[in-house]
């Protein structure tokens, strides 16, 4: 997780509120309760809706400043000319939902929303607790072990297959590259379930 200059807890957790939401999407598919149809449609819906606020945001200065008055304190530095971390998962979630096999798709949609969320919020514990800046440790183990649990839970692996799906999910998150963490986490997720046979 980056350091703790301009941070501020309440609107990390409201940012990851919002992004543990998204949960409803492995969970009511892993569960049974919708299929892939419905998954697709519903992400494909919010994603529509969430490119539709970033292009009214850069063109009209009344989007933008109600965007700010409602989301603002929630963004990081480079979202506020940049997309933001909701339109990258919804992408990714997208993206791997559509083209994944049932049970890696399963693996990589949990791992996006939790993974992630639990990088977050526990290296950014960390990280304000001690001189540490950029990712952390903390946060990188966080990651492996929430990505693990979807898989083991809802896509039926084996323990060491989802233990090896949450390692590529955490390292997928840790470096700092343009491409967005929360998409790297899901898709590598996603790939990795796939290539171990949780499919």
Avoid: Y
């Amino acid at each position: 997780m980056t350091g703790t200059a301009g941070f501020s807890w309440r609107g990390e957790l409201a940012r990851k509120g919002i992004h543990l939401g998204s949960a409803v999407f492995p969970l009511a598919w892993g569960l049974g309760l919708v299929g892939r149809r419905e998954i697709v449609a519903a992400l494909a819906v919010g994603l529509c809706i969430a490119i539709a606020l970033e292009a009214g945001r850069r063109r009209s200065a009344a989007v933008a400043a109600w965007f700010a008055r409602w989301f603002g304190f929630m963004l990081r530095g480079h979202e506020a000319t940049r997309l933001t971390g909701a339109t990258w998962i919804l992408g990714a979630m997208l993206l791997v939902a559509a083209t994944f096999p049932e049970r890696a798709a399963l693996a990589a949609l949990w791992a996006g929303v939790f993974g992630d969320a639990a990088a977050a919020i526990v290296g950014r514990a960390v990280a304000s607790r001690s001189a540490a800046r950029g990712k952390t440790w903390a946060g990188s183990i966080a990651c492996a072990l929430a990505s693990a649990v979807g898989p083991l839970w809802l896509a039926a692996a084996l323990p060491w297959q989802a233990l090896l799906v949450g390692l590529a999910a955490a390292a997928a998150e840790r470096p700092a590259l343009a491409l967005d963490d929360n998409a790297r986490v899901a898709i590598a997720a996603g790939l990795a379930a796939w290539g171990l046979g949780v499919a």
